[in-house]
Structure formats: structure tokens, C-alpha cells
């Protein structure tokens, strides 16, 4: 099996801001992902994410660390094209992950609760997806896990390689298995269609480490 590792985070990591979603869909609609993910402005770039957690009129968002940038406003706009504008944010030393905190009383939403780990992952031959935001509409791409869990030098950290074709903007999303599980967090890709996630393990014990 080829093994190429330098996966560029530049590649897929951040885009243009795009025009928000200008429709609120119904959860009934909508696939259970595309309910837990979300858009990412944090400047000039974009990203995407997912619910981490909620409860108490606050949402937790999991994304790509590089898709924020310090000093600048990060808008969340839901799968029903609401928008948030986050209070505050964390992001780790450890991995290319940032944790977003977000003010949700008047609207609530459902979180990750459907999670699998990097031992479920059947290699070369388990397949995932994410999802690209085109305007309002989620277009999913698929994808076969090559390696579960596999040091990456240009990440300096372990992560699952992928067999992905990916887009500008799509840095942030969660990776789903084909129950619609939780595997980990997009945070690179190449033309090659090759791809590189944080598994859900490293992002479950980050965010305890953080204490967010």
C-alpha cells in the first residue's frame, strides 16, 4: 500500500467567506451530521465544525485550530441557517483543534452523541464522509479510511489518514462513519485525494484537558 503522509492543512484548511444559508430548514429534514454541523467566518476565512456538546443554553463547537484567527469576530451559522456569534474560544497546543463557546437560550440544538473510536475503524476498507457547505445546500463527500491512527510529521501528532476528496472550507467538519458516528475531526487534504483527521480519541481527551 502507497503511504504518503505530507498532508498540506493549507490545501483544504480555509476559504473566502461564502453567503451564509438563507433558509431555515425543518430537523426533520435534515440528516442527524448535517443537524450537529455547522459554518465557521472568523475573518476572511471559513471552516466548518460540529456540535461537541450542549446543555444550559450554551453550545460547545469542535473545529480545525486553523480556521480561527485571534482578534477576529467567529460567526456559527447552523443547519437552519440561524447565527451565533461565539463568546469565546480555546485552541490546543497539542493538535489542530479549537473549541468554540456559543450562546444558544433562545434556540437549541442537538449535539455529538453518536461517537465511535479509532478501534471500530475498520482500516482500507471502513467508509466515511464529511460534508462541503455550498451556499445553504450540504454536499457529502465519501471517503476510506487508510489508517486509523498514524503518526503524521506535518502534524507532529497521530491522526487517521484518509482517502478523501475535499474542497476549500471543509477544514473544521466532522467525519462520520456509515452509522452516522462521530470518527473525528477534517483538518487536511491534498488534490491527491488524500486526507488527514484528528481521531475523536485525541479530541475527547484534549477537551477535558482544556477544562473549556
Not at 2 to 17: S, T
Not at 62 to 87: P, Y
Request: some cysteine.
Amino acid at each position: 500500500m502507497r503511504r504518503i503522509y505530507r498532508i498540506l492543512a493549507c490545501v483544504l484548511g480555509v476559504c473566502m467567506i461564502a453567503a451564509g444559508c438563507s433558509s431555515e430548514r425543518q430537523s426533520a429534514d435534515v440528516a442527524w451530521p448535517m443537524q450537529v454541523s455547522v459554518r465557521i467566518t472568523c475573518g476572511n476565512l471559513s471552516g466548518n465544525g460540529v456540535i461537541w456538546e450542549e446543555k444550559d443554553g450554551e453550545a460547545v463547537v469542535a473545529t480545525a485550530g486553523h480556521v480561527l484567527e485571534a482578534g477576529r469576530d467567529i460567526s456559527v451559522t447552523f443547519f437552519d441557517g440561524r447565527q451565533v456569534t461565539a463568546s469565546e474560544f480555546v485552541k490546543s497546543t497539542q493538535a489542530d483543534l479549537a473549541f468554540i463557546r456559543l450562546d444558544t437560550s433562545k434556540n437549541k440544538y442537538p449535539s455529538v452523541t453518536k461517537k465511535t473510536d479509532k478501534n471500530e475503524i475498520l482500516v482500507q476498507e471502513q467508509i466515511v464522509f464529511s460534508y462541503e457547505w455550498q451556499g445553504d445546500d450540504f454536499t457529502p463527500h465519501l471517503g476510506i479510511v487508510q489508517e486509523p491512527w498514524i503518526y503524521m510529521d506535518d502534524f507532529a501528532q497521530y491522526m487517521i489518514y484518509l482517502n478523501m476528496k475535499t474542497a476549500p472550507g471543509m477544514s473544521g467538519g466532522g467525519v462520520f462513519d456509515e452509522q452516522d458516528r462521530l470518527v473525528g475531526i477534517l483538518c487536511g487534504g491534498t488534490e491527491d485525494g488524500e486526507a488527514a483527521a484528528v481521531p475523536l480519541s485525541l479530541m475527547e481527551s484534549i477537551y477535558i484537558s482544556e477544562n473549556f
